[in-house]
């Protein structure tokens, strides 16, 4: 489990986008879909580009909660322009809930894993990809390994 807030910086830096359009996010959203069946796992899926919601998928046995957690994540990656796991680990690092810290509410805002940025290259965070279904680094995992599949980046460990 990755909980080196210098190694979840180095993700998000290799994870950018040249560009990303509607189709991009079909075919992102489709390969979460595979990856998280292929590991028997049931999650929510969303991807949204400037408040735009591009993709949308609820598996099977996931619920509307879970779209719930969905938007609290993604609210973090929105606020902070970082994966929802980093925030939560720099949160954790520091001793502080990232409600004593920036004085959110706890009920739109979740530093949980699941929530990355999504990044273009020479532009910066325009949105987020998110998921939910899984414990919260599963969640990351699954977002970061597929976003290196989907960029074809190499990665042997972070």
């Known amino acids: 489990m990755i909980t080196n807030l210098n190694q979840l910086l180095a993700q998000e830096a290799r994870l950018q986008f040249q560009s990303f359009d509607n189709q991009a996010a079909w075919e ?25 919601c591009l993709f949308c998928f609820a598996m ?36 502080k809930t990232i409600q004593q810290a920036s004085f959110v509410d ?18 910066g965070v325009v949105g987020a990809i998110s998921v939910s ?6 969640d990351h995992k699954l977002l970061v390994d597929t976003l290196a599949q989907y960029l074809d ?6």
Not at 69 to 89: A, F, P
Not at 117 to 122: E, F, S
Not at 153 to 158: F, G, H, L, P, T
Request: include cysteine.
């Open 153 to 158: 980046i190499k990665v042997s460990e972070w």
């Open 133 to 138: 279904g899984l414990p919260q680094y599963e």
């Open 28 to 52: 992102l959203g489709s390969l979460l879909k595979e990856n998280a069946e292929k590991q028997s796992a049931n999650v929510a899926i969303e991807i949204v580009k400037n408040h735009h």
């Open 106 to 123: 706890e009920k739109q805002f979740a530093p949980y894993g699941g929530s990355f940025p999504l990044i273009i290259k020479g532009t």
């Open 60 to 95: 099977p046995n996931t619920t509307p909660d879970n779209l719930c957690w969905i938007e609290r994540k993604r609210n973090v990656v929105e606020r902070y322009h970082h994966s929802s796991w980093y925030m939560g680990q720099y949160y954790q690092a520091k001793g």
